[in-house]
Structure formats: C-alpha cells, structure tokens
C-alpha cells in the first residue's frame, strides 16, 4: 500500500482508449483505493502539443509511437519508460447496420466520419485504409472530420454520419448482439503501436513518482493486459506487416 494519502497520478490519454483506461483505473484503485487518478483526453496530437508547453501530466498514453519517440528525443520523459501498452484495432462502424464490410463504403449515401489524419493515429489509418481499397478520391468530399475517435464515434451515433472510422473498443459494447462494423484487414493500414512514457515534472517528489511508476507497472502487467486485451485491442508484440501505398500517408 502506498504511505500516504491523496497521492495524485495525472495522466493524458488519447481519446480511444480512455474507455479501457477507465476500465484500468478502477481495477487499479480496487487495490490501492488511497491514489487519486485523474484522466485527461485529446487526440494524440493535441496532448502531445500540451506536453511539448510543459503540461503537468505525470503519464501519457499516445495512440501511436511517434509522438512518445518525439518526447523521448527533446529528453522530456524519464528515462526507458517508452513502452508498447496496446495494439489498436480499426473498425468502420455503420449503427444499426448488420454485416457491415467493403460494399457500405461503395454504396455509402451519406457523410463518412473520420478523426483528422493529422493529430489522431485512427484517422491516419482510416486515411490510409481507403487509399488501399481505392476509394478515397471518390469518397473525399463525403468525409467529415472529428478532432477526434470520440468525436467520431458521436456522429455515427447521433446520425451526424452514416458511419465511421473508430477504434474498436469503442463499438464492442454498444449494440448488444448486433455486429454493425467492420473489423477492417490490419494489412490495410500502418499498424496503430500504442505507446506510454511517464513524464519528467521537477516537482514531483520521489514518493509521487513511485505512485506513478506503480500505475504504469499495473498497466504492463498481467492483470492489466487482460483487461487491454478483452476491450478491443491485441498486444503490442504482435507484428504486423503492413500493404500501404505512397500517397496514402
């Protein structure tokens, strides 16, 4: 047990997996029930400009492996705590729908969701997911873009648009028994290696950094895993090798 009270962790996490962070943390707090978790949520991007303005987050949970490699390189985190937490799984989701595939994209008749390409690994997927199929040019000027998976995971859901990109941990649960996505083939896009670092804070005592270290430590471990792994995501060791065009960064 920890030799305190109150502890804070602060921790930034990309808006795909605060659902199984959610899930994480209170596992979590079952044991340590004195640690005080607070969670904040963006996109990848956006968190990663707050951290690089010296935001006061203790751990980040990216949605990619670029930007913890980034932190890494300007010496931002502590040392060797750039590790592979998750393996996210991209899914087109249509609500309501059943045995969604490829032919809901060739026969869309309506708004395309994704998360911006630029700050959201998901989005980067989507992108790159219909340049594979070919059908990006034709689709362009159907797409609506969310800052974020949470975002676009609204849109579908309020009819905003027909369907979307989104992770899939964030559809397993919604609709009972009804399947309405697609899981879509992994070769189709750069595989989403999700990344955590624990950030340098100068002010930061040893006795908080070692609260810190041991959420971070729950999160790789066993328990933890299993936890990642029946929410939608497949662990981080799996290799994938990837089909992507040029054009479809």
Do not use: C
Request: proline content about 4%; aromatic content about 8%.
């Amino acid at each position: 047990m920890s030799a305190w009270v109150n502890a804070e962790v602060k921790i930034a996490v990309a808006a795909n997996f605060k659902p199984t962070l959610e899930l994480l943390v209170a596992a979590y707090k079952a044991q340590q029930p004195s640690v005080d978790i607070s969670v904040s949520t963006a996109s990848t991007g956006v968190l990663y400009a707050q951290l690089e303005r010296g935001a006061p987050f203790d751990l980040f949970l990216s949605a990619d492996s670029e930007r913890p490699k980034r932190l890494e390189k300007s010496y931002l985190i502590e040392p060797k705590t750039r590790k592979n937490y998750a393996l996210g799984q991209l899914v087109l989701w249509a609500k309501g729908q059943s045995a969604v595939n490829q032919n809901n994209l060739n026969s869309l008749g309506g708004k395309l969701a994704i998360a911006n390409p630029t700050l959201a690994p998901f989005g980067l997927a989507a992108k790159q997911t219909l340049h594979n199929l070919g059908v990006y040019d034709r689709l362009k000027d159907q797409i609506v873009m969310g800052n974020n998976v949470s975002q676009v995971a609204h849109y579908v859901q309020t009819g905003a648009a027909k369907a979307g990109f989104v992770a899939l941990s964030q559809v397993l649960d919604k609709q009972g028994g009804l399947k309405d996505y697609w899981l879509i083939p992994s070769q189709l896009y750069t595989p989403i290696n999700q990344q955590m670092v624990v950030i340098k804070q100068a002010q930061r005592s040893q006795q908080e950094t070692d609260e810190v270290m041991a959420f971070y430590r729950f999160i790789l471990s066993s328990s933890g895993q299993r936890i990642i792994i029946q929410h939608g995501y497949q662990s981080a060791e799996i290799q994938i090798i990837p089909r992507i065009r040029p054009d479809a960064e």
